[in-house]
């Protein structure tokens, strides 16, 4: 499958080499808006061609899937450009900006019947399927918690709402999918959460909640200003579950649910390459099938997640991206 990457950025440099490493995967072209910054990149991790538009890489006949890596705001621009050259589509989290403009990319996939996913790597992860067959020994389920951190402020993608910015974007659609995936198929009866923003409205920290149908609950938290622990830990009735690093889970244990809890197993987590491998081996498995979404990120969960972070930035009043043009 030829790939071709939208956006010379980091994590486009973090994610090439193993592109091109996985059996049956090509990466032959990349785009950037500056046409030097482009040929730097090609340069450097052996791109045949390189362009210095997007609309071009997405009229290039030979690519069949683009990755895109651009800013948050620019996410559905370039999702809908591709989409309309007739491309295959893999875009990083946080998908879009919010629901509607997913919603939108979805109905131009369906109608060109061509596959779109998001890449939030943890929903494609093994660490997910351990974790489920770890619930079942747990007990019922009451509380879920996670929190994640990172002194990111700074960066122009989190402080400047235009961009995309802010925590929950960011890092919120991690500590969100983690709890969605440890409650799979449980319906959230209420939610409520408090931000701060910075100067320009971007929120850089906040503390979200859900309650869930069944009584369970999940206490979610980010931060922008400072490094914290990345950790998630998965409550039942007889032990929990302690997740290391709830973005790139390295390591899983399981405590018993005794007075003095007692360490039942632990499991170490490594990947043949970098932990995204999954996500792109879903997508060239789907796009092969003739299937228009991932059986592990499909259409609806993402659509899931925009909703409540939208319901979120509604009752702080955080606008972002395109939303600032039409307030």
């Known amino acids: 499958m030829k790939v071709g990457i939208l956006g010379c950025g980091h994590i486009a440099s973090k994610n090439v080499g193993m592109i091109k490493a ?32 997007y609309a071009e890489l997405a009229e290039d006949p030979e690519v069949e899937l683009v990755y895109v ?63 489920k067959h770890l619930i079942q020994r747990i007990g019922k389920v009451t509380n879920v918690s996670a929190k994640l951190g990172a002194k990111i402020v700074w960066k122009d993608r989190i402080s400047m709402p235009e961009q995309g910015g802010g925590a929950i974007l960011d890092l919120g659609v991690y500590v969100i999918n983690f709890v969605l995936m440890a409650r799979e198929g449980v319906p959230i009866s209420k939610m409520a959460g408090l931000c701060t923003k910075n100067e320009r409205g971007a929120d850089i920290r906040e503390e979200m909640l859900f309650q869930f149908e069944d009584g369970s609950t ?72 003739g299937r228009l979404e991932s059986y592990d990120m499909p259409w609806s969960e993402t659509l899931r997640v925009m909703r409540l972070m939208d319901g979120f930035r509604r009752s702080w009043g955080v606008k972002l991206g395109r939303e600032l043009e039409e307030s």
């Open 22 to 53: 996985l059996e049956g995967m090509e990466v032959v072209a990349c785009a950037a808006r500056d046409i030097d910054r482009a040929k730097a990149f090609a340069s450097q991790f052996g791109i045949e061609r390189a362009y210095g538009s």
């Open 218 to 289: 999940a206490t979610m938290s980010t931060e922008t200003e400072a490094d914290t622990h990345k950790r998630g830990i998965i409550q039942g009735e007889d032990g929990f579950i302690e997740v290391d690093n709830i973005n790139n889970p390295k390591l899983i244990k399981l405590w018993s649910g005794t007075k003095n809890s007692v360490l039942m197993a632990q499991y170490p987590l490594n990947h043949e390459y970098n932990g995204y491998e999954y996500e792109f081996i879903a997508a060239k498995k789907a796009i092969e099938a």
């Open 69 to 131: 890596t651009t800013i948050h705001s620019l996410h559905y621009e370039h999702m809908m450009l591709c989409l309309n050259g007739g491309k295959n589509v893999i875009c990083e989290k946080a998908f879009t900006v919010n629901a509607e403009e997913a919603e939108q990319v979805f109905a131009l996939a369906r109608s060109k019947h061509l596959f779109v996913s998001e890449a939030i790597w943890t929903r494609y992860q093994p660490a997910r399927t351990l974790i």
